[in-house]
């Protein structure tokens, strides 16, 4: 059964969710990554022997938070002496140094400030269009969607429409964490519901916002719960084509009240990414996580169905307040893309190859385009 699923999937047919949590309990490893690495060269021909990378900055806005989510190490509750905002000065100064340093992308991200409504997105994006046009703003997700809608008293559509026409490009998939109840009501109590974040999500689909999915993984979800997440996700995906890529992530155990408890080992990643593109056959791009997982993992994420290793973060700080330490500059992650046996390439939030490096003598150099932590993840981690 296990050999007939796979030649199936590989060919970019349908599999069930039953036969997902097989795959991923039972399949022999190679040959998973073999089918996944099958399906994702017959799906994505342009990047058959490539792998992309992106310039990008996270740009985190507030560190004060209500929701408290238990896996988080970064956020700080109102009124906490620790709490910090960043003005819109700080903020254009980062988009700023990110243009500088050829990124193309910002992700805002940040708490959900109880203060912060929609007007406060407004103001910020219009600002960044403003001085920054040729920024693309992929940024927040369904969380902070519901929380501006309360703040402001407005219904979600109105939010959505009005970030929209403020400047934002797309929503980064932030907030969904593991979507099945059960997990979530464990580490994120205080957040919607994985229906209520699926729910705003096709709706911003339906209004023109395009969007990314992402999984948190090892926080004590089941394999089953983990395989449920991805059908919540492909059943969105059926009716609005919306989501972009799907990026899984692995919880990082420091500074948070989960204490490590729980992880997620590199073949129980790889197996995601390898499932991930078998079963999500609606979803063009897989995402890498090396930032989580380690630059290893990361390689091997390409020949499990990976076709992108993500960005070089100019700037990070929530996963880093958790451990997160893996860095890495723009050479070296063109480094492990060749080393693993594709041709490097930078691209566009919509995928679009602006870049492809095919001679390593052309390589850029530019040291500063590099990832880091800011001092506020180091004051925690260090």
Request: proline share 4%; aromatic share 6%; net charge negative.
């Given at each position: 059964m296990?050999?007939d699923?796979l030649e199936?999937?590989a060919?970019?047919?349908?599999i ?7 795959l ?5 490893l190679?040959a998973?990554g ?8 017959a ?5 058959a022997?490539?792998?992309?990378y992106?310039?990008e900055?996270?740009i985190?806005?507030t560190n004060?938070?209500?929701?408290a989510?238990?896996?988080?190490a970064f ?9 910090w ?6 903020i ?15 992700m805002?991200?940040?708490?959900h ?9 407004e ?8 001085n920054y046009?040729e920024l693309?703003i992929h940024?927040l997700g ?5 929380h501006m ?7 979600i559509e109105?939010?959505i429409?009005?970030i ?7 929503l980064?998939g932030?907030g969904?964490e593991?979507?099945?109840?059960r997990?979530?009501t464990v580490?994120?109590?205080?957040k919607?519901s994985?229906e209520?974040w699926l729910?705003?999500?096709?709706k ?5 916002l395009?969007?990314t ?8 979800e089941?394999n089953?719960?983990?395989?449920r997440h991805?059908a ?11 989501f972009r890529a799907?990026i899984?992530?692995t ?7 989960l ?10 990643y790889?197996r995601l ?7 999500l056959?609606n979803?063009?791009h897989?995402?890498?996580?090396w930032l ?6 990361g ?7 990976a076709d992108?290793?993500g960005?070089v ?11 997160a330490?893996?860095?890495?500059n723009?050479n070296e992650l063109i480094?492990?893309i060749r080393?693993?046996?594709?041709v490097p390439?930078q691209?566009?939030?919509?995928y679009e190859l602006l870049?492809?490096h095919?001679?390593?003598?052309d390589d850029?150099?530019d ?6 932590i800011?001092?506020t993840?180091l004051t925690?981690v260090?």
């Amino acid at each position: 059964m296990t050999a007939d699923v796979l030649e199936r999937a590989a060919a970019g047919g349908r599999i069930t969710e039953e036969e997902a949590l097989e795959l991923y309990r039972n399949a022999p490893l190679h040959a998973l990554g073999k089918a996944a690495d099958t399906a994702r060269r017959a799906k994505l021909p342009y990047l058959a022997d490539t792998a992309t990378y992106i310039i990008e900055r996270n740009i985190n806005y507030t560190n004060v938070c209500v929701t408290a989510c238990k896996f988080c190490a970064f956020y700080v509750p109102p009124k906490s002496p620790d709490g910090w905002s960043r003005d819109l000065e700080e903020i254009l100064r980062r988009c700023g140094e990110t243009v500088e340093l050829g990124g193309t992308q910002v992700m805002f991200q940040g708490g959900h400030h109880p203060e912060y409504g929609v007007e406060y997105y407004e103001r910020a994006f219009s600002a960044i269009k403003e001085n920054y046009p040729e920024l693309v703003i992929h940024s927040l997700g369904a969380s902070e969607i519901q929380h501006m809608a309360k703040v402001s008293g407005v219904p979600i559509e109105d939010a959505i429409v009005r970030i929209k026409t403020a400047g934002l490009d797309s929503l980064a998939g932030a907030g969904a964490e593991l979507l099945p109840a059960r997990p979530r009501t464990v580490i994120a109590p205080l957040k919607e519901s994985g229906e209520r974040w699926l729910e705003i999500m096709e709706k911003a689909h339906t209004l023109g916002l395009e969007s990314t999915s992402t999984m948190l993984m090892g926080t004590g979800e089941t394999n089953a719960e983990r395989i449920r997440h991805l059908a919540m996700i492909r059943d969105v995906q059926d009716r609005t084509g919306g989501f972009r890529a799907f990026i899984p992530y692995t919880y990082q155990p420091l500074n948070n009240h989960l204490k490590g408890r729980t992880q997620t080992t590199t073949l129980e990643y790889l197996r995601l990414i390898a499932v991930a593109r078998l079963f999500l056959h609606n979803v063009n791009h897989i995402q890498g996580s090396w930032l989580t997982t380690g630059k290893e993992a990361g390689q091997l994420s390409l020949h499990y169905g990976a076709d992108d290793l993500g960005s070089v973060m100019l700037e990070e700080n929530v996963v880093s307040s958790a451990g997160a330490r893996h860095r890495s500059n723009r050479n070296e992650l063109i480094h492990l893309i060749r080393t693993a046996g594709r041709v490097p390439a930078q691209r566009s939030t919509t995928y679009e190859l602006l870049a492809v490096h095919e001679d390593p003598a052309d390589d850029p150099v530019d040291e500063r385009v590099r990832s880091h932590i800011a001092s506020t993840a180091l004051t925690l981690v260090d």
